[in-house]
């Protein structure tokens, strides 16, 4: 198992388990037609370990989480092994905190059309943002994607919480269809 997390903020993403993180830390250039980010790998042995990680890289964020447009993508890889070469498997689970959806986010909004031209079996827009540059292989393939949006009860909070339940009701109307090599 590996883990990364990385934050984008303010269009730029950071690698929050490098050293260097923070407001004036590690930039990382994402290369186009490739997987790697250039970002750093942690490889935890336990769940204390990881949990640690996750710790670690709350205070490194740049942004407060509640900032609208600071999201944060943790991601653990995994390889499983079995005795026979031809049933190893590989993946990832990508969890991706979108701190402030319920806010007007140009990356959102791009999120959004990429989903919602999945579901319609449409041509996809180039992908202009960070955001779904760095979610591309959780959007197609055989990769399974769920939405889950915290809204809060409170009557102070409605028009964010009344955004944000749009938002998910958009990118949750249909299920996505195995696409292959969606992204180039």
Excluded at 51 to 69: D, G
Excluded at 134 to 148: C, N
Aim: hydrophobic fraction near 35%; proline fraction near 3%.
């Amino acid at each position: 198992i590996k883990v990364e997390l990385l934050e984008i903020s303010k269009h730029e993403v950071r690698d929050l388990l490098d050293t260097r993180s923070g407001p004036d830390g590690q930039l990382i250039e994402l290369r186009v037609n490739s997987k790697t980010t250039g970002n750093i790998l942690a490889s935890p042995d336990d769940q204390d370990q990881v949990a640690k990680i996750l710790e670690l890289a709350q205070r490194r964020r740049c942004m407060k989480a509640t900032e609208s447009n600071s999201h944060l993508l943790f991601t653990i890889h995994f390889e499983v092994n079995s005795d026979s070469e031809s049933s190893n498997r590989k993946g990832c689970l990508r969890i991706v905190d979108l701190a402030g959806s319920e806010h007007e986010n140009p990356s959102l909004h791009v999120l959004e059309n990429v989903i919602m031209n999945l579901q319609a079996k449409k041509k996809l827009p180039k992908l202009k943002s960070r955001l779904t540059y760095l979610l591309r292989d959780s959007l197609g393939e055989d990769s399974k994607t769920l939405a889950i949006v915290c809204c809060s009860p409170h009557v102070d909070h409605y028009l964010e919480t009344l955004k944000s339940m749009r938002f998910a009701y958009s990118v949750c109307r249909g299920e996505l269809q195995s696409h292959r090599k969606v992204f180039a």
